[in-house]
Nanobody
């Protein structure tokens, strides 16, 4: 069973930055594309960003393009989300998972809360 543990969330002012991490268990991490999703209160969980197994390809939701950067370190079984120029509308619980395209596959972690104050 794959376990995903997200961390790095917190409270930040608008315009600030945060770096999220997602540590994955399992020897096959480097075989999978990974992604980040988020869920704001009262809203459905939505796709944020994805990265190919090699890290050579990335894809972003329009709402975060140019502000967020997804990356991975397969030696550490970890995927990252660097979030810059944060806006109050980025406030949500952020989750990582395996992806197929922009769709979630398999397990969710517990998520990490990001709160952006205006």
């Amino acid at each position: 069973q794959v376990q995903l543990v997200e961390s790095g969330g917190g409270l930040v002012q608008a315009g600030g930055s945060l770096r999220l991490s997602c540590a994955a268990s399992g020897r096959t991490f480097s075989s999978y594309a990974m992604g980040w999703f988020r869920q704001a209160p009262g809203k459905e969980r939505e796709f944020v960003a994805a990265i190919s197994w090699s890290g050579g390809s990335t894809y972003y939701a329009d709402s975060v393009k140019g502000r967020f950067t997804i990356s991975r370190d397969n030696a550490k079984n970890t995927v990252y989300l660097q979030m810059n120029s944060l806006k109050p509308e980025d406030t949500a619980v952020y989750y990582c998972s395996r992806v197929a395209g922009t769709s979630h596959v398999g397990y969710w972690g517990q998520g990490t809360q990001v709160t952006v104050s205006s």
